[in-house]
T-cell receptor
Framework: DADVTQTPRNRITKTGKRIMLECSQTKGHDRMYWYRQDPGLGLRLIYY???????NKGEISDGYSVSRQAQAKFSLSLESAIPNQTALYFC???????????FGPGTRLTVL | ELKVEQNPLFLSMQEGKNYTIYCNYS?????LYWYRQDPGKSLESLFV?????AVKQEGRLMASLDTKARLSTLHITAAVHDLSATYFCAVDKMNNNAGNMLTFGGGTRLMVKP
């Protein structure tokens, strides 16, 4: 079984709709992250959480919100989706000592 | 603000050849990571470099870190088609065990041709 899972894997929605992307992990890591990937731009950090009570904005948090429901679960919400939020979204976790991040399979989101 | 630049952005090479991908970053950090991404897939961790002078090798890939020059290299030896992918470097902005935040380079798309 995958250590970091994301649901849904693909989603097409319309402008103005509320969308939630979910991430679960079985790695036992405290730190979790949400990234967005656009072609040619690498990955950009949206939000991160170092433990259940800790939530921090990343470099591109406008238009997004997150919820850390448990150590293993970190959800990303788009309150009112817009077309320029069309992208590939990745969840990641990291370990304490090496800081190595482990990525989920990604969610491809299309906003029409 | 930490900036991470990779070059080249695109690399087409023949099988059997050697080449190096460069990753430059703008502020002090001792922690740098290399990832591989196949088209439509997730990122796979390749190397974790945690100190100046660190060198790691796996098969035909070797990564090194020079923190004084703020430079990491990913060297490809005798390339094979299976190495075709996009390679990302990422630098840890926080640089301590309290947490880590990665800033990614834009990626190098590698195509290895027969």
């Amino acid at each position: 079984d995958a250590d970091v899972t994301q649901t849904p894997r693909n989603r097409i929605t319309k402008t103005g709709k509320r969308i939630m992307l979910e991430c679960s992990q079985t790695k036992g890591h405290d730190r979790m992250y949400w990234y967005r990937q656009d072609p040619g731009l690498g990955l950009r950090l949206i939000y991160y959480s170092f433990d259940v009570k800790d939530i921090n904005k990343g470099e591109i948090s406008d238009g997004y919100s997150v919820s850390r429901q448990a150590q293993a679960k970190f959800s990303l919400s788009l309150e009112s989706a817009i077309p320029n939020q069309t992208a590939l979204y990745f969840c990641a976790t990291s370990d304490l000592w090496r800081g190595e991040q482990f990525f989920g399979p990604g969610t491809r989101l299309t906003v029409l | 603000e930490l900036k991470v630049e990779q070059n080249p952005l695109f690399l087409s090479m023949q099988e059997g050849k050697n080449y190096t991908i460069y990753c430059n970053y703008s502020t002090t950090s001792d922690r740098l990571y290399w990832y591989r991404q196949d088209p439509g897939k997730s990122l796979e961790s390749l190397f974790v470099l945690l100190s100046n002078g660190a060198v790691k090798q796996e098969g035909r890939l070797m990564a090194s870190l020079d923190t004084k020059a703020r430079l990491s290299t990913l060297h490809i030896t005798a390339a094979v088609h299976d190495l075709s992918a996009t390679y990302f470097c990422a630098v840890d902005k926080m640089n301590n065990n309290a947490g880590n935040m990665l800033t990614f380079g834009g990626g190098t798309r590698l195509m290895v041709k027969p």
